[in-house]
Structures are given as C-alpha cells and as structure tokens.
C-alpha cells in the first residue's frame, strides 16, 4: 500500500514539504477548491502554494455562502476581502500607479487584505461563483499576466490562463509593485512547480511506468488553444483580461 503524506498529498518518497519555506505575507490567501479538485486532483498546484503561504488556508465546496469559515472572513470588519477574477470592472493591479489601485489602498484603511481565489477548472470556477452570492459581491482584482501559462502537462483552455501557483506569483508580485504587500521568496513557487513537472516529465518518459503518455509534450506557446467545452482542458484559475 502506497504512503501519501496529507500535507501535499504526494507519495511519501516523493514529498515536497521539506524543500518548502513557508513564506510570510501581509495579504491573506484564502483556496476556494471545487470537490473534484480536492478528492481528484492529487498533482494540484493549490495545495502546494498554500504549503508555500503561512498566510493561507484551502477551503473546499460549492456553494460557500453556506460555509461558515468563508462568512466569517468576509463579514469580519478587519478584513477587507476581495475576489481574484478577470474583467472589466475588477482592479488591474498590473497598473500599480492607476486610480483603482490608489482607490484601493484607500479602501483597505488598515484592514487585512483576503484574497479569495477559485482554485478549479474553468468551467468549474464559474459554477462556483454562480453557486456563491457572497463571492459575487465581492471587490474583484487581477493582473496582466507576464508570461504565458509555463503548464507544460496539461493544456490551458484560453490564452492567459494560469494554474493556481503561478497566479499566485503572478498576483503577489502585483501586490508588491503596488505597494499592497511583500513578496519574500520569488523564485519559490515557480521553482516548485518546475520540479513537480519534471518529475511528471520523466515518469512519462520511463516504460516502466503505467497510467503515463508515451508521446513528447509540446511547449505551451507552440499549442493551438481547444475550441468548446469538448475541448476544454484542466486549468486552476484564469487571471488575464477578458
């Protein structure tokens, strides 16, 4: 029987715990994971960003206007809780000199910052929001993504799409340009998440192995993006503009 440590939900022999330096931030964190994330997806970057964060935490469900620990972040009056998401009246905190940046910093007035995130596939994420109000409400933010997806095992469903992990940097680094908060490890979490792909990587390149392609992964940029929802692939969070 194979051995998996509950933390990162790897195999034992394959942990990542020990070579994670949790990370202090001032801005806290908060995983919204969709169910078939949390049971189904044992690779999932959300998990191993929030072992990056010390001020982090996961949550998972569907409809968590019912949840009592995401309520409480959101009507405690220290807080000042926003939604992580795409569009056009979301807070683009890439333009870290933009009026909605410096309304912002007005608005937090001392308060901590909660940053929720839907940690799912696309179509799952917006299934998430629709089943949430509270979520709906919420202050939205996002940023203009540097790089392009670097997820070379699975396939993003639109151009901008990020997994979690490198939403996440992606957003503190935002953060931190504009001022909002600090960012004390940057090169962590990419560097993890390139070591858990290439571990994928050899383990689909080894014969011996089961339940693994055979065939070369392409790059991410030389990808065309699939058309439908028949084509969507696995994403954890779309963080560009729409």
């Not at 790059?219 to 065309?224: L, M, W």
Request: proline content about 7%; charged content about 25%.
């Amino acid at each position: 029987m194979r051995v998996t440590c509950y933390r990162c939900f790897w195999p034992q022999p394959l942990c990542w715990c020990s070579s994670i330096t949790p990370m202090e931030t001032r801005t806290r964190f908060v995983f919204l994971m969709h169910p078939k994330e949390f049971k189904e997806e044992k690779a999932a970057t959300g998990r191993l960003t929030h072992l990056c964060l010390s001020n982090s935490e996961v949550r998972m469900g569907l409809a968590f206007d019912e949840h009592d620990e995401v309520q409480a972040l959101i009507r405690d009056p220290a807080n000042f809780p926003v939604l992580l998401y795409p569009g056009r009246e979301a807070i683009n905190l890439s333009a870290a000199d933009g009026a909605g940046v410096t309304a912002l910093r007005e608005q937090l007035h001392g308060r901590r910052m909660v940053v929720f995130i839907l940690d799912a596939t696309w179509s799952l994420g917006r299934k998430l929001l629709r089943l949430s109000p509270s979520l709906q409400r919420l202050p939205r933010i996002m940023f203009t993504p540097a790089a392009p997806s670097r997820f070379v095992i699975k396939q993003q469903p639109h151009a901008g799409c990020l997994s979690t992990l490198e939403a996440t940097h992606e957003l503190l680094g935002a953060l931190e340009r504009a001022g909002l908060d600090h960012y004390p490890l940057p090169e962590q979490l990419l560097g993890l998440f390139q070591r858990m792909q290439d571990f994928q990587l050899r383990c689909a390149a080894d014969p011996n192995r089961g339940g693994y392609r055979r065939s070369a992964y392409t790059q991410p940029a030389e990808r065309v993006a699939p058309r439908g929802r028949s084509g969507a692939r696995r994403t954890r969070v779309f963080q560009a503009p729409e």
